[in-house]
Nanobody, 115 residues
Framework: QVQLVESGGGSVQPGGSLSVSCAAS????????MAWYRQAPGKERELVAT???????NYADSVKGRFTISRDNAKNTVYLQMNSLKPEDTAVYYC?????????WGQGTQVTVSS
C-alpha cells in the first residue's frame, strides 16, 4: 500500500522560509520520481517541482530560484525548501508520485504567507 505523509508547512511572513517534507512508503523510493504540487483557494492544482530517481529537477517558473526540491533515499523522504516566500505562494502543498500506473497523493499541508 502506497502512502505519502507530508509534514512541515505553517505560517510565515513575506520573505521568509519554510520547508515541507513527504515520507513515502510502499514504493521503491530511490527509483521513483517525486513531485510537489500546490493548490490555492479557488485555483486549480499546479505543479511546483519534480525530482527524478536519477536526480534531475524541474521547477515551475514562478518558484525557480526560490524553491529547492531534494530527497533522502535512506529516509524515503522528499523535501521542498521554500525561500523568499511571497503571499502568492499561499496554498495547500501536496506530495505526489506515480507507482504501477497509478497516481498517489499525500493529505496536503498548508503554507500561508502573510504579513
Amino acid at each position: 500500500q502506497v502512502q505519502l505523509v507530508e509534514s512541515g508547512g505553517g505560517s510565515v511572513q513575506p520573505g521568509g522560509s519554510l520547508s515541507v517534507s513527504c515520507a513515502a512508503s510502499g514504493i521503491i523510493f530511490r527509483f521513483n520520481s517525486m513531485a510537489w504540487y500546490r493548490q490555492a483557494p479557488g485555483k486549480e492544482r499546479e505543479l511546483v517541482a519534480t525530482l527524478t530517481g536519477s536526480g534531475s529537477t524541474n521547477y515551475a517558473d514562478s518558484v525557480k530560484g526560490r524553491f529547492t526540491i531534494s530527497r533522502d533515499n535512506a529516509k524515503n523522504t522528499v523535501y521542498l525548501q521554500m525561500n523568499s516566500l511571497k503571499p502568492e505562494d499561499t496554498a495547500v502543498y501536496y506530495c505526489n508520485t506515480q507507482w504501477r500506473l497509478r497516481s498517489y497523493w499525500g493529505q496536503g499541508t498548508q503554507v500561508t504567507v502573510s504579513s
